[in-house]
Structures are given as structure tokens and as C-alpha cells.
């Protein structure tokens, strides 16, 4: 850039925020997204609970252990408020047919993300940055 000249385009100063992720496969995120799915369904417990703040990233397969996807999609921001039995009168809230051995995640605090924006799927949780201005309001 010329010194001695102002630039013609905006310059835009991108604001990251780290955030835990979650992916789920296709439409399961989407249904978070909207609040259909209120119950994730996992055979394992989140290290933390509460667990607020968490990026919902949908992708198209399910990933085996060590891999990732580039091509996830950033769908909603989430809280896990408690994790418990999954039992058959929980089968509609997480939209899948019920099986025993499983986990109910409670999903509450459903910020959708307006235009959802490309991501880095991967197993388990995970930290990801992204930029804060695609966030929806209200996530700390």
C-alpha cells in the first residue's frame, strides 16, 4: 500500500473467539439449529457440566477416531445442562429411534447461527476459533 494514500476497500479486522465444539452428522445439526433435536445422544459424558457456549458443527459422515472434516458446517452455539439414561420417552426429543446403552444430553440455550459458516468438523469436543462477528448475540 502506497504511504501516501488511503485505501479503497474497507479493512476489516477479523475478532476471534475460542469456543469447544461439538460435530454431529447431517440433518441432526440443523435440527439442533431450529430446536427440534433437544437431546443429543452420546455414549460418553462431556468433561464438564454445565457445558456452555458450545459451537454445534454439523458434517456430512461420521468420523472415525483421529479424523476430521474440513468441510463442517457452523450451525448454533448450545448448552449442555445435564447428561443422563437415554430411555424410550426421550426417542422424539433427540429424533432417533430409541437403543439401550446410550446417553441423553439435554440441549438448552439454542442460539442458531444465521448464516451458518464453514468449519473444521471433528470427533469429540473440541476447541476451535472462529470469527466472533459470525457468532449470534449473546455468546460470551
Known amino acids: 500500500?502506497?504511504?501516501?494514500?488511503?485505501?479503497?476497500?474497507?479493512?476489516?479486522?477479523?475478532?476471534?473467539?475460542?469456543l469447544?465444539?461439538?460435530?454431529?452428522?447431517?440433518?441432526?445439526?440443523?435440527?439442533?439449529?431450529?430446536?427440534?433435536?433437544?437431546?443429543?445422544?452420546?455414549?460418553?459424558?462431556?468433561?464438564v457440566l454445565p457445558l456452555n457456549n458450545l459451537l454445534i458443527v454439523e458434517n456430512g459422515r461420521r468420523l472415525k477416531p483421529g479424523e476430521c472434516d474440513a468441510d463442517g458446517l457452523a450451525v448454533a452455539v448450545v448448552s449442555i445442562g445435564s447428561v443422563g439414561d437415554w430411555t424410550p420417552e426421550l426417542a422424539e426429543a433427540a429424533c432417533s429411534p430409541w437403543e439401550p446403552g446410550w446417553l441423553a444430553w439435554t440441549i438448552g440455550d439454542v442460539k442458531p447461527i444465521?448464516?451458518?459458516?464453514?468449519?473444521?468438523?471433528?470427533r469429540e469436543i473440541y476447541w476451535i476459533e472462529v470469527d466472533s462477528s459470525r457468532l449470534p448475540t449473546g455468546v460470551a
Open 20 to 47: 469447544q465444539a461439538l460435530s454431529v452428522v447431517r440433518p441432526w445439526g440443523g435440527k439442533i439449529a431450529t430446536g427440534e433435536k433437544t437431546i443429543e445422544v452420546r455414549r460418553w459424558t462431556p468433561p
Open 1 to 18: 500500500m502506497d504511504r501516501g494514500h488511503l485505501p479503497t476497500e474497507p479493512i476489516r479486522v477479523m475478532r476471534t473467539k475460542t
Open 114 to 122: 444465521e448464516h451458518p459458516f464453514v468449519v473444521v468438523a471433528a
